[in-house]
């Protein structure tokens, strides 16, 4: 605890405050969730323990990063220590561009949309055990200060053996539920894709696909998986997958592979690629540049005594001459 400053309070969970925190050590800005466990029951306690044990597994470029975990036994609170996102989320996106009455460009869409199949890829196809995000929202879809996105707030997330195919607990938000959750019918990966179809139409509409003003009218849109075209703006392709992933028969919704595999996601991973690559071997030659430097300045100073070194000799053998 001593080793972090709180600078300030960001957000409010159910369970307690996320506060903006720095590391004292290197000056590293981080978020810590502070979580009050002693009112919790059994089942939430266990939900914790898995949220945190699915943060310490995920390393990937677009998934929140987990850095510490801190206990404090005397007030019951666990404090979970992650990357600090300093974007903001999605949500604050499409609130912006709902007050500026502006639409997001399709460019960014799709570069947004990549980023969380990636994400999910990596949560869906881990091989000792995949693992469903099930509260896919824009407020769990968090930026980094150059835009990149991090899927976070694996709250409700479940980690499922190979032995186990289908999960069948009631979580997640209502707006983004896929029509087996609302049902309270079992349900595996493809859960998500919908919750993804999901984001997809509101990125672009800046809404919801589906709403109503009670839970009951929620469930029949869901289950009808009828929504608005989005606006006009907007490709035919990009319509086309968001229909896809809306499927109601989950056996049509794409897999995570069939996104990554579109020619709008699969052009923008290769240039992804291909950057990532460039930045890395500009990195490699300024390291490189900078070696030079320092063996050109170690070779400098070496000529500069050995010219020192036979002056001396030299004046050496004047004296030695003399006498």
């Known amino acids: 605890m001593e080793n972090y400053e709180i600078i300030q309070t960001i957000g409010k969970g159910s369970f307690g405050q996320v506060s903006k925190v720095r590391r004292k050590t290197d000056g590293k800005l981080l978020v810590w969730k502070e979580i009050e466990y002693g009112d919790m029951n059994e089942r939430e306690k266990q939900q914790l323990v898995a949220e945190v044990n699915i943060l310490r597994e995920l390393r990937h470029p677009n998934i929140v990063r987990y850095y510490d975990r801190l206990i404090d036994k005397i007030n019951s609170k666990i404090y979970i220590v992650m990357e600090y996102c300093e974007g903001g989320d999605m949500s604050g996106v499409i609130k912006k561009c709902k007050r500026d009455r502006d639409f997001l460009p399709e460019e960014i869409i799709w570069k947004i949309f990549m980023q969380i199949a990636l994400a999910l890829h990596e949560c869906h196809k881990r091989k000792d055990g995949k693992i469903l995000h099930r509260d896919l929202k824009p407020a769990n879809i968090f930026l980094d200060s150059n835009m990149n996105v991090k899927l976070g707030d694996f709250g409700l997330s479940r980690m499922m053996g190979q032995e186990s195919e289908f999960a069948k607990t009631h979580v997640g938000t209502p707006y983004y539920?896929?029509?087996?959750?609302?049902?309270?019918?079992?349900?595996?990966?493809?859960?998500?894709?919908?919750?993804?179809?999901?984001?997809?139409?509101?990125?672009?509409?800046?809404?919801?696909?589906?709403?109503?003003?009670?839970?009951?009218?929620?469930?029949?849109?869901?289950?009808?998986?009828?929504?608005?075209?989005?606006?006009?703006?907007?490709?035919?392709?990009?319509?086309?997958?968001?229909?896809?992933?809306?499927?109601?028969?989950?056996?049509?919704?794409?897999?995570?592979?069939?996104?990554?595999?579109?020619?709008?996601?699969?052009?923008?991973?290769?240039?992804?690629?291909?950057?990532?690559?460039q930045l890395a071997l500009k990195k490699k030659e300024e390291e490189l540049k900078k070696k030079e430097a320092e063996i050109n300045a170690i070779e400098e100073e070496n000529r500069l005594k050995m010219i020192e070194l036979d002056e001396r000799e030299s004046k050496l053998r004047e004296l030695e001459l003399r006498y």
């Open 177 to 277: 539920m896929s029509p087996e959750q609302i049902t309270d019918s079992r349900y595996n990966e493809k859960s998500d894709i919908w919750s993804l179809g999901c984001l997809l139409y509101e990125f672009a509409s800046l809404s919801p696909p589906f709403e109503a003003l009670n839970a009951g009218a929620l469930a029949v849109k869901i289950r009808s998986g009828k929504v608005e075209k989005l606006p006009s703006r907007y490709s035919e392709e990009l319509q086309r997958v968001v229909n896809w992933m809306l499927s109601i028969d989950s056996n049509l919704r794409p897999s995570v592979e069939d996104l990554l595999n579109l020619p709008q996601v699969s052009l923008r991973i290769r240039e992804k690629k291909l950057r990532e690559n």
